[in-house]
Structures are given as structure tokens and as C-alpha cells.
């Protein structure tokens, strides 16, 4: 399987929203002192940066 630039964007895309969301799950269900919070906007950061992997996607 030939990975170029483009696949290897999807995949760092793909990974970034499932941890994300594994992140703000934790933060929600599991701990509800402050590392919550923590963890919720730590969530929210690998949201964003997988946002911004997959515009890049093409464009670089």
C-alpha cells in the first residue's frame, strides 16, 4: 500500500477525532473534579488540531 501525503493526513485525522472524543468521554463520565475540565479541553485541542489535519489535506 503506497502511502503519499494525503493518507497519511487521513489517518493522523482519523486517530486525532477518535482520541479527541475518548478525551472529552473521560472527562465527562469519569472524573467529575477538576482534571475534568483538564480533560474536556484537552479533548477539544485534539479537535481542533484534527480539524486543521484534515483542511491541510491537498493543499500540501
Known amino acids: 500500500m503506497a502511502m503519499n501525503k494525503n493518507t497519511v493526513f487521513g489517518y493522523a485525522t482519523l486517530i486525532m477525532t477518535i482520541m479527541g472524543f475518548i478525551l472529552i468521554g473521560l472527562g465527562l463520565f469519569r472524573y467529575n473534579e477538576s482534571a475534568g475540565w483538564g480533560f474536556g479541553a484537552t479533548g477539544v485541542g485534539f479537535l481542533a488540531n484534527a ?6 489535506k491537498g493543499r500540501v
Not at 51 to 56: A, D, I, K
Request: glycine share 0%.
Open 51 to 56: 480539524w486543521v489535519f484534515s483542511s491541510l
